[in-house]
């Protein structure tokens, strides 16, 4: 059974970090495109970052959203095939239910999106409130 779970989300400070996991089961994830997504209450769901599947040199490309830039970044360890989220500098408005989400790619292909269109597997989400 192919299952993404996401966990590490909670209640932070202003200015905290957090770090989000996608864990993967029924599947190999490096075989995968893998994307960070986000919805805050009435707002649409928006790409955060990617990151694709290895190649020889590294785990993956990795692409952001333009307004995550800097304080976001995604990694993957595939021993535990898992996806981390790392945000820092934490802003109230960062507040949503965070995804990962997963499409298959052939091994080694440098693919995947910030559209939440192309994918087919996705978590239930973890929220993340950014108060103080």
């Known amino acids: 059974q192919v299952q993404l779970v996401e966990s590490g989300g909670g209640l932070v400070q202003p200015g905290g970090s957090l770090r989000l996991s996608c864990t993967a089961s029924?599947?190999?994830?490096?075989?995968?495109?893998i994307g960070w997504f986000r919805q805050a209450p009435g707002k649409e769901r928006e790409g955060i970052s990617c990151?694709?599947?290895?190649?020889?040199?590294?785990?993956?490309?990795?692409y952001y959203a333009d307004s995550m830039k800097g304080r976001f970044t995604i990694s993957k360890d595939n021993a535990k095939n898992t996806v981390y989220l790392r945000m820092n500098s934490l802003k109230p408005e960062d507040t949503a239910v965070y995804y990962c989400?997963?499409?298959?790619?052939?091994?080694?292909?440098?693919?995947?999106?910030?559209?939440?269109?192309?994918?087919?597997?996705w978590g239930r989400g973890t929220q993340v409130t950014v108060s103080s």
């Open positions: 989400a997963a499409e298959w790619v052939s091994s080694g292909s440098n693919w995947c999106s910030l559209s939440s269109d192309y994918y087919d597997f």
């Open positions: 029924g599947f190999t994830l490096d075989d995968y495109g």
């Open positions: 990151i694709s599947s290895s190649d020889g040199s590294s785990d993956g490309s990795t």
